[in-house]
Structure formats: C-alpha cells, structure tokens
C-alpha cells in the first residue's frame, strides 16, 4: 500500500533531483556559451588580421609607422588606415611591442593574434605623398633620389630607401573579452 507519507518522500527527492539537474543545466549552459562567444571572437580577430595582410594594409601601416618624419602626420594615417578597417569592439593593436591602436581595451587578454609582416617590395626609393588629409606611399620604385622627390606634385612627399635588409615586423592583435 502507498500511503500519503511515501507520496510525500517521493515528492520531495523528485524536487530536490530536479533542482539540482537545473543548476546543473545552467552551469553547463553558461560554459557553453562563453566558449562560443570566445571561439567567435577569434575568429573574428583571425579573420581581421587575415583581411589587413592581404590587403597590404599592415605593410603600408608599417612603413607609414617606421618612416615618420617626426611630425606625426605619417603615424595618424598608419593609424587611420587600420582604425577604419578593425572591425573589433575590444582590441589593442601592436607593431613590435608599440601600441597604435587601443580601443576599449581593458588591459586584460584570453588570446591575441600575431602577424609577421616581411615586406614584399623591391629594394629601392619609395615615396610617401599626399597631404595633411590624405597620405599614400606609391607602388612605384625609383632608382634614384631625384627621381623620386619629382615624381609627385603634393603638400608631403618623402623619399625613403627600402633596403632587403629590413627585417620583419611583428604585429600583435589583442582582443578583449
């Protein structure tokens, strides 16, 4: 026979299981939803890194960064260049240990993204032109100085040597969580 009191015991150990299944449940399920959110801003961070090399972004950034007159004005394009296309909300950007780039950025870090960047140009003179609003480096390469200095009518224009013995810039893409 089943009495009330059975029902009762049998009532409450039910309640008591589910109650922990639930918590259990939660848990779980909030694990799992922080590593999809983390998984997805890697790839993001990934697929950003992978959009600015291709694009030859990060070598125009690098020699817009390293071939500064002293003004700033080359740095601020490198910057403007890189802060248009990061598509990130937390993020920090370096170029060899020098931060750029930060943006709501925390300070703290599960994960960053590295890029060496060799660049691919032909030993030679190169020029930065443009003006206080729009700064480019041309695809062409000079042989000489003079050459160089006359190829461009702007505001800025600077020649610099590229020589093969540069090395390779390291960029590192710290994203936030």
């Not at 999809?36 to 070598?59: P, R």
């Not at 160089?148 to 600077?158: C, G, H, L, Q, S």
């Amino acid at each position: 026979m089943i009495f009330d009191s059975d029902l009762l015991i049998g009532t409450i150990i039910l309640m008591v299981g589910m109650g922990y299944w639930t918590v259990s449940l939660a848990d779980h399920n909030d694990i799992y939803m922080d590593a999809v959110q983390n998984e997805y801003q890697f790839d993001k961070g990934i697929s950003t890194m992978e959009l600015l090399a291709s694009s030859g972004m990060l070598q125009d950034a690098v020699l817009l960064y390293y071939f500064d007159s002293g003004d700033g004005a080359m740095k601020n394009k490198a910057i403007q260049l890189l802060n248009e296309s990061i598509r990130l909300n937390n993020y920090k950007l370096q170029i060899d240990n020098n931060t750029i780039l930060s943006k709501n950025f925390n300070g703290s870090s599960s994960y960053y993204i590295i890029a060496t960047v060799a660049l691919n140009r032909s030993e030679g003179w190169y020029v930065i032109y443009g003006n206080d609003n729009d700064v480019n480096i041309s695809n062409e390469r000079y042989a000489d100085y003079s050459e160089a200095r006359n190829a461009y009518n702007t505001d800025i224009k600077m020649p610099v040597y590229y020589s093969k013995n540069t090395t390779s810039s390291k960029i590192k893409l710290y994203i936030g969580g």
